[in-house]
């Protein structure tokens, strides 16, 4: 073995190394997912054999050695097929074109090498890839596989040739062939790794991006969330400093995010308040679980507001506290419906007193030993049917507000005034004797006499009262109630008829002012129906009833708006619909008075006509009662002779034209022969 030999192999296995180490600068980075760049890669390898096979160790006969062998076993193992292949493929057209003895046997050894290169890379190099160390041996034993049967492949040439070069290189070759396909095999392998290191280094990076930007995209998703929250969110630390809050918190504290962290309770509030929230956040910090609570709290700009609070620990990996999470909520609103909702459950919604369900609470309260004696007053107004039926319901409201008033400025602090029914009302005076109670009834009595003033208008009131006391114990309360309602009822049957007696009058004197009816029209008409009646032959009770019912049949005009009774034009359908409702509001008037109910159901009936088409219920003939009928006459005639604002008065024949005309139809046609011959003529009755 010639030194000149073994220095010409070890220069064409240094200048393999240099052109690795420049495709590990240059080439390890091409994406080996698309093909152009291998198939460019392949055709690189190729030029590189051709370069070393210009730099060769030759014998005679054109056998040439050179370390492509290296080149295309090392280019199979770690790249793989198509840049092999065309690396191969360039490298034997090479040496086929170079000629010589040894071309086959150059294109046989390029191929074996290529060949086991690509059976180790198909099963033995994820196997490397994964070694962390100690991958050497495996490396060698590589490098000389390959060169055992490149030494085999010399066999190949012709004549006794291969015998003569196995004995000239056999042993430079197995010495630095495998030693170089190592080294190029580790520096490939460092590269492969490098590049692998870069590629999870720009995932990493890539990974991190996304990170990242998926952290900012849920921050700021976060961020938008808490802000479009209407309840105000904060967080603090464990000293209960501010970290951090939403929009809502800020407009409430009248500070920025950034100028309210680091702030304290203390730093917003006053001390009783910042003191309050700060003991809230220890306990709940202790207890190490959620906490709610209502307080009522002034905000920075002086609105007192209650706050409903959930304070909840946040804690680190170890599950050690690090602060708390707060929720506040304005709860307001809903405080002050809850006690209007409670105020509407225990008080009576038109006099503002307490009602029966808080009556029976207080009764129960009172009923013991400590506030005997318990003494009790119960009332009920007089004739308030009788004023809703006459004068509609806004009068009875004003009359029931009056007496409630009445009875609440003489009530006591202590005493339990209530509304426990349409008209009916009672008070608890507890520690009140039978006497003291007696005082103070004769004290309501009293101011109810002398009536009430609501907005202006003096309100005549009346109410009758009775009471008793409870002063034992064991004695049951219904008992007192009972006696209480029996005086009671026993006062208001010896008030009754005075009361309405003095309703009555102001029902007369009302109807008179509002409508165009007079006092003078109301003794015609009775007159005149008293003569006819005689005519008839009425007895006196019933000549009575009808010059009652003469003078109050219009009774239920006093519900119609006066406006409407003195208007002069013609009326509309809504206006004539209204006149039209006063018979039936005159019954329910005289219904609620004993003395008028007798009569009722005249005035009911007064405009009903004899052909049935009258109101309001449409009856005909003598289905009509009799005192009905004679009233419709004398109401009709009497109108028509008398001077009226829209028209003059007619004379007698001209009213009694009109009587005649209309017997049949609107009038009982006897009645009406009977009230013209022995009333108008024959009596000669005019005014």
């Known amino acids: 073995m010639s030194s000149e030999l073994i220095k010409d192999l070890l220069f064409n296995t240094a200048l393999l190394l240099s052109i690795s180490i420049i495709y590990n600068l240059f080439f390890i980075r091409i994406d080996s997912r698309k093909k152009w760049p291998e198939a460019v890669l392949g055709i690189f390898l190729g030029g590189v054999g051709i370069l070393l096979m210009m730099n060769t160790v030759s014998f005679a006969n054109g056998i040439i050695f050179d370390t492509r062998s290296i080149l295309v076993s090392v280019s199979g193992l770690f790249l793989g097929y198509l840049p092999t292949i065309i690396a191969t493929l360039l490298i034997s057209i090479y040496r086929i074109y ?40 495996e490396l060698y034993l590589f490098g000389l596989v390959i060169h055992l049967t490149m030494l085999a492949d010399m066999l190949t040439l012709p004549d006794q040739q291969g015998l003569l070069v196995l004995a000239a290189i056999t ?36 990974n991190y991006k996304q990170l990242y930007y998926e952290y900012q995209k849920k921050e700021s998703l976060l961020r938008s969330l808490l802000d479009s929250i209407p309840d105000l969110v904060f967080y603090k630390d464990q000293k209960s400093v501010y970290l951090g809050c939403n929009k809502a918190f800020e407009v409430f504290a009248g500070k920025t995010m950034d100028e309210l962290v680091g702030l304290t309770d203390a730093d917003l509030f006053d001390q009783e308040t910042a003191t309050l929230f700060r003991n809230m956040d220890q306990i709940m910090m202790r207890e190490k679980k959620s906490r709610r609570n209502e307080e009522l709290v002034t905000y920075p700009d002086g609105r007192e507001v209650y706050l409903e609070t959930l304070k909840t620990p946040y804690y680190d990996h170890n599950g050690q506290i690090l602060g708390l999470i707060g929720v506040n909520r304005d709860i307001t609103d809903r405080k002050e419906n809850e006690a209007e909702i409670l105020y509407l459950s225990q008080h009576d919604v038109l006099t503002g007193l307490h009602n029966r369900s808080y009556y029976e609470n207080e009764r129960q309260r009172l009923d013991h030993q400590d506030y005997l004696p318990l003494s009790l007053i119960i009332g009920d107004i007089n004739g308030l049917k009788l004023i809703n039926d006459a004068f509609g319901h806004g009068e009875g409201d004003k009359l029931l507000i009056s007496i409630a008033k009445i009875m609440e400025h003489c009530a006591r602090e202590q005493d339990v005034l209530v509304r426990t029914g349409g008209d009916e009302f009672v008070m608890l005076l507890p520690q009140t004797s039978y006497r003291e109670t007696g005082v103070m009834v004769e004290k309501i009595k009293k101011a109810c006499e002398e009536g009430y003033k609501l907005d202006n208008e003096l309100i005549i009131t009346s109410i009758s009262l009775g009471f008793a006391t409870k002063t034992k114990a064991h004695e049951p309360f219904e008992k007192t109630f009972k006696l209480a309602e029996e005086s009671m009822y026993r006062k208001k049957l010896l008030e009754y008829k005075s009361f309405h007696s003095a309703v009555m009058d102001s029902i007369k004197t009302t109807l008179f002012e509002k409508s165009n009816e007079t006092e003078e029209h109301a003794e015609r008409m009775a007159d005149l129906a008293k003569q006819l009646g005689r005519v008839l032959g009425l007895d006196q009770e019933e000549l009575v009833s009808l010059e009652l019912v003469a003078t109050l049949h219009d009774i239920g005009k006093i519900s119609i708006d006066s406006k409407l009774l003195q208007k002069n034009g013609a009326l509309t359908d809504a206006e004539w619909a209204e006149i039209k409702k006063h018979p039936e509001v005159g019954y329910r008037i005289a219904q609620t008075v004993p003395e008028l109910r007798k009569i009722s159901e005249y005035i009911l009936c007064h405009h009903e006509r004899w052909d049935g088409n009258g109101y309001p219920q449409g009856l005909k003939a003598e289905e009509i009662p009799l005192l009905a009928r004679i009233l419709a006459i004398v109401d009709a005639y009497d109108a028509m002779t008398q001077d009226r604002s829209y028209r003059k008065a007619m004379t007698e024949q001209e009213a009694v034209d009109e009587l005649q005309r209309y017997a049949g139809s609107q009038f009982d046609p006897a009645l009406v022969a009977v009230f013209i011959e022995d009333v108008i003529e024959k009596v000669g009755y005019s005014m």
């Open 171 to 206: 042993l430079p070759v197995l010495i630095i062939y495998p030693i170089g396909t190592l080294l190029l095999c580790l520096v490939m392998l460092q590269g492969l790794k490098n590049q692998a290191a870069e590629k999870n280094l720009m995932e990493s990076r890539e």
């Open 98 to 137: 170079l000629g010589g003895g040894g071309a086959l046997t150059g294109v046989l050894v390029t191929m074996t090498s290529a060949l086991i290169g690509l059976i180790w890379y198909k099963y033995r190099l994820p196997a490397i890839l994964q070694k962390s160390e100690k991958v050497w041996p």
